[in-house]
């Protein structure tokens, strides 16, 4: 069963920075495209960034140039570096896995995500 850990959320200070970590167990990062989403209040789960097994990235319009997705496979651990943050990047964030023929759905259960809150 795979198991998804955010954490590293916290309350900041627009232009402040942030580390989101996501650690899993059940399932090898490396060989899997991971993802991180957001989900503002009363606003539908969105992704914010994603990482290939190859180490290709892609990102929202939204986070390009402030988000960094990166990961270390010997942790098995995934990264989202937020910088320059925003009060519209608050959210709570999550990670998982992408399907791996269909970018659109992901393969584990949620986890409990990561209150990431920017004030103005």
């Known amino acids: 069963q795979v198991q998804l850990v955010e954490s590293g959320g916290g309350l900041v200070q627009a232009g402040g920075s942030l580390r989101l970590s996501c650690g899993a167990s059940?399932?090898?990062?490396?060989?899997?495209?991971i993802a991180w989403f957001r989900q503002a209040p009363g606003k539908k789960r969105d992704l914010v960034a994603s990482?290939?097994?190859?180490?290709?990235?892609n990102y929202a319009d939204s986070v390009k140039g402030r988000f960094t997705i990166s990961r270390d496979n010997a942790k098995n651990t995934v990264y989202l570096q937020m910088n320059s943050l925003k009060p519209e990047d608050t959210a709570v964030y999550y990670c998982?896995?992408?399907?791996?023929?269909?970018?659109?759905?992901?393969?584990?259960?949620w986890g409990q995500g990561t209150q990431v809150t920017v004030s103005s």
């Open positions: 059940g399932i090898t990062f490396s060989t899997n495209t």
């Open positions: 990482i290939t097994s190859d180490g290709n990235t």
């Open positions: 998982n896995v992408l399907h791996p023929r269909v970018a659109s759905l992901v393969v584990a259960s």
